[in-house]
């Protein structure tokens, strides 16, 4: 089945330490997004690609870092530099369409981050 | 600047009944997509309905309905005869086009649906 998969699913890490987040879809889509979401914030966008090489800056990409290597892949670096770690994150694609804007985005199941 | 605004935090229904679930817009945008997603306790967000700008009229998928008005900018969700396996987290969306194709989401800050058996 076609889907997204992120991992891992729960993660601790003490202060100071980076850790990465895994996002892999076989959905041959070409946009990838990282979103983090906090309790009654909704879901704010850390960085995004539309393709391979490619990455831009969300509204929250502060102590974050990205790559797009692959198609399949988009993994994320929450470095010691973010201030406040603790989070749900969610990885999310795109199928591109010549509708701008009509695209509906698929998720992954997320991964919960706690600091220690 | 868009924005959306889902006033309702948290909603607590007893199972059967109707909810409606309430979420206001602002965008500049003439040309404009409207989403609905279910986050249930998994985790994982799930499409449920998209609408474009210039399309009002209302959708019922079984038990689920919508009602868009953009005199009031509201895309309404409605919930008829709710049932256990309702509850989640429900988000409204805006998407618009920017340049180079991208596709800029807003998300609204979701209202939990608890339905009590």
């Known amino acids: 089945d076609g889907g997204i998969t992120q991992s891992p699913k729960y993660l601790f890490r003490k202060e100071g330490q980076n850790v990465t987040l895994s996002c892999e879809q076989n959905?041959?889509?070409?946009?990838m997004y990282w979103y983090r979401q906090d309790p009654g914030q909704g879901l704010r966008l850390i960085y995004y690609s539309q393709i391979v090489n490619d990455f831009q800056k969300g509204d929250i990409a502060e102590g974050y870092s990205v790559s797009r290597e692959k198609k399949e892949s988009f993994p994320l670096t929450v470095t010691s530099a973010q201030k406040n770690p603790t989070a749900f994150y969610l990885c999310?694609?795109?199928?591109?369409?010549?509708?701008?804007?009509?695209?509906?985005?698929?998720f992954g199941a997320g991964s919960r981050l706690t600091v220690l | 600047a868009q924005k959306v605004t889902q006033a309702q935090t948290e909603i607590s229904v007893v199972e059967k009944e109707d909810v409606t679930l309430d979420c206001v817009y602002e965008t500049r945008d003439t040309t404009y997509y409207l989403f609905w997603y279910k986050q249930p306790p998994s985790g994982e967000l799930v499409f449920l309905i998209r609408?474009?700008?210039?399309?009002?009229q209302n959708e019922i998928s079984g038990r689920y309905s919508w009602n868009f008005q953009k005199s009031t900018s509201s895309f309404n969700f409605t919930i008829t005869a709710s049932q256990v396996v309702d509850s989640a987290v429900y988000f409204c969306a805006l998407s618009e086009a920017e340049r180079g194709g991208y596709q800029k989401v807003t998300f609204g800050t979701g209202t939990k649906l608890q339905v009590i058996p």
């Open positions: 959905l041959n889509h070409d946009a």
């Open positions: 609408r474009n700008s210039f399309d009002e």
């Open positions: 999310a694609s795109q199928q591109e369409s010549e509708t701008s804007g009509a695209n509906v985005l698929t």
